[in-house]
Every structure is written in structure tokens, then in C-alpha cells.
Nanobody, 126 residues
Framework: QVQLVESGGGLGQAGDSLRLSCVASGRTFSMLGMGWFRQAPGKARVFVATIIRNGGNTAYADSLKGRFTVSKDNAKSTVNLQMNSLKPEDTAIYYC???????????????????WGQGTQVTVST
């Protein structure tokens, strides 16, 4: 079992920055690929960003490239999502997820993640 706990969400204004963190336990963190997804009110959960076990490959939703940065600290069992230049459309619940499979390239598919956190709310006002 892998437990994931997100933090860092909150209320911001357009143009602000927020940093989300997700701490994992239950497995050796360096053996986990990690992803971030988000779900806006009334919409399906969608891919945001992902990073493979050793941090050597990342992927982002096209619309978020250049504003969001994912990073992985294996020593702290933490994956971070730095979100800059926030927009109201970034309002959503953000989930981190863990992928047990070894991959050379990070996966953007939610069905390939084995464990999920409870989510953290991010609200961006105009």
C-alpha cells in the first residue's frame, strides 16, 4: 500500500503562485513514478504533470507547459508541483498519484496510476 497526502492548496488570485506537495509513504519513494491530476467542478479529472522514478523524464498537459513544474525529492519522499501565473481556470481539486511500474517515459494516463491521494483544493479568483 502507498499512502499519499497532498498539501499546499488554498486560495489565490490570478497571477499568483502556489506550490503543492505530496508526501508518500508505504513504498520506497524512488521506486514510484508520480503524477498530478486535477478535477474542476462538474468536469472529469484530467492530467496535469508527471515525473518518472528518478526524475529523469517529465510530461505536462500542453496547456500548462511553461507555468507548472513538477519535481521529485526522493530523499524526502515528496513530489512537488510549482504553479505560476495562476488563472481562474486552474481552480480544481489537485490529486497526486503513484505509479508502481518502471517506465522510461512518464505516463499521462490516469488508469496507469495505482494509488491516489485525497486531493487538495486550489481556488484562483480574478
Amino acid at each position: 500500500q502507498v499512502q499519499l497526502v497532498e498539501s499546499g492548496g488554498g486560495l489565490g488570485q490570478a497571477g499568483d503562485s502556489l506550490r503543492l506537495s505530496c508526501v508518500a509513504s508505504g513504498r520506497t519513494f524512488s521506486m514510484l513514478g508520480m503524477g498530478w491530476f486535477r478535477q474542476a467542478p462538474g468536469k472529469a479529472r484530467v492530467f496535469v504533470a508527471t515525473i518518472i522514478r528518478n526524475g529523469g523524464n517529465t510530461a505536462y498537459a500542453d496547456s500548462l507547459k511553461g507555468r507548472f513544474t513538477v519535481s521529485k525529492d526522493n530523499a524526502k519522499s515528496t513530489v512537488n508541483l510549482q504553479m505560476n501565473s495562476l488563472k481562474p481556470e486552474d481552480t480544481a481539486i489537485y490529486y497526486c498519484a503513484a505509479d508502481l511500474t518502471f517506465r522510461v517515459l512518464a505516463t499521462t494516463r490516469s488508469d496507469q496510476y495505482n494509488y491516489w491521494g485525497q486531493g487538495t483544493q486550489v481556488t484562483v479568483s480574478t
